[in-house]
């Protein structure tokens, strides 16, 4: 079975720095797709960044970047010039590619940013 | 454009009642599912369906009921609440099964 290990539950930054959220994973798949989630605290899930595992270059959106490390089978993501609406739980998945593939979660990370 | 609408957003329920948690998606979405959020657990998968009269079950199906009549709607039955069903409920949809998933902005059960 997948697993998802996100081992810090908790973060803290303050504003305008760079902080790198941690995520490891365990599978034996060669095709499947890694996502970080973002919670506020209104509880909405918001997609902050996807990556495709047979895409060799790391995704970014905006300030939001991730390290894909496919052979150690971590997935992290930094967050660039941190802002007071980053403050959030973040949460990693792992979704198998092809037919019936689950979306397994990590147990979350909770981020604050300090003004 | 609507998106995945959860109702309803806050619910108080008897220990032993029944109720039904609604999911509607008017993206097209053949992909579905139900999570439950708990406190240090991150969230974990209670059904799923991957089409209209096809479901499954996920990680903590216990206590749950689902059905798919309709591509549109994925409703989630408790059958008898417990107070361990006390969570945050989330539903989600996907168009393809590799794609991002588009959550419900949550229900909050508590069970006394």
């Known amino acids: 079975a997948q697993t998802v290990t996100q081992s810090q539950p908790e973060m803290s930054v303050q504003e305008a720095e760079t902080v790198t959220l941690s995520c490891t994973y365990d599978t034996s798949e060669s095709d499947y797709y890694l996502f970080w989630y973002k919670q506020p605290p209104s509880r909405q899930m918001i997609l902050v960044i996807r990556q495709e595992a047979y895409k060799q270059q790391n995704a970014t959106e905006n300030r939001f970047s991730v390290n894909f490390q496919k052979a150690a089978k971590s997935f992290s993501l930094k967050i660039s010039d941190s802002q007071l609406g980053d403050a959030a739980m973040y949460f990693c998945?792992?979704?198998?590619?092809?037919?019936?593939?689950?979306?397994?979660f990590g147990k979350g990370i909770t981020l604050s940013v300090r003004p | 454009n609507a998106g995945v609408t959860q109702t309803p957003k806050f619910q108080v329920l008897k220990t032993g009642q029944s109720m039904t948690l609604q999911c509607a998606q008017d993206?097209?979405?053949?992909?579905m599912s139900w999570y439950r959020q708990d406190p240090g657990m991150g969230l974990r998968l209670i059904h799923y369906s991957v089409g209209a009269g096809i479901t499954d079950q996920g990680e903590v199906p216990n206590g749950y009921n689902v059905s798919r009549s309709t591509t549109e709607d994925f409703p989630l039955r408790l059958l008898s609440a417990a107070p361990s069903q006390t969570s945050v409920y989330f539903c989600?949809?996907?168009?393809?099964?590799?794609?991002?998933?588009?959550f419900g902005q949550g229900t909050r059960l508590t069970v006394v």
């Open positions: 993206m097209n979405h053949e992909y």
């Open positions: 989600a949809s996907s168009y393809f099964l590799s794609s991002e998933a588009f």
């Open positions: 998945a792992y979704r198998r590619g092809g037919a019936n593939s689950k979306l397994t």
